[in-house]
């Protein structure tokens, strides 16, 4: 698979390169959090992150005001296994080069599948801050080849991807949501407890 870089023009339908943010301080924030070897974490919410200067700049200018968590996903991945989306944007920084697998929300069929073909594989650049648009179609990130693993930051409306407190139906979309402000489709290979498995095709392997 042809892996781009977000600075690429390609990158543009499914989000943009964020400019003007003092990272500096949550990149070196992030070198404390933990990196498994065999496996990917996500932690939606991390109070430490959430109370560095950058917090409220990327809560007013990203976020238009709204409430935001800062947590991360950390590890090591290879393959698509799933893909998700918000009702949102969702806002990535690359601590370590990392590589996602992106589509779009519009190619879901009416029934809910997704054509795995239609993925498209971007590297975020150590250091590089991208807003992934609410239409794309995404998932964990994958390590690069050579690297030990990847640690990417996440930021979102305040509660997303937290336990649901409410019941969802069984029919159309609601099969979808997993978590709070959460869609995912997976594919079948993943195994993935609960999930919808409406991914056909390949599970994407790097």
């Known amino acids: 698979m042809q892996i781009q870089n977000v600075t690429d023009a390609a990158f543009r339908k499914y989000g943009k390169v964020l400019e003007g943010y003092d990272l500096s301080r949550l990149i070196k924030e992030m070198e404390h959090t933990p990196l498994p070897l065999d496996d990917v974490i996500y932690v939606p919410s991390v109070e430490e992150l959430e109370a560095l200067p ?57 029934d809910y599948t997704y054509d795995t073909s239609r993925v498209e594989a ?14 794309t179609l995404h998932y964990a990130p994958c390590t690069v080849e050579g690297n030990e693993g990847f640690r990417v930051v996440v930021v979102l409306p305040k509660d997303t991807n937290t336990d649901l407190t409410f019941p969802v139906g069984k029919a159309g979309e609601d099969r979808l949501i997993t978590a709070k402000n959460k869609w995912l489709i997976a594919h079948e290979d993943a195994k993935i407890e609960g999930a919808f498995c409406g991914l056909k095709g390949e599970n994407i392997t790097l």
Do not use: M, W
Not at 55 to 74: K, T
Not at 88 to 94: T, Y
Not at 122 to 135: D, Q, R, S, W
């Open 54 to 110: 950058v917090e409220e700049d990327l809560r007013n200018r990203a976020f238009g005001g709204l409430p935001i968590e800062i947590g991360y996903c950390n590890g090591n991945n290879k393959k698509l296994n799933a893909l998700e989306y918000h009702r949102s944007s969702e806002i990535n920084v690359a601590v370590t080069d990392a590589i996602l697998l992106i589509g779009h929300q519009q190619d879901v069929e009416p």
């Open 122 to 135: 971007f590297l975020v650049p150590a250091g590089t801050a991208i807003e992934v648009y609410a239409t």
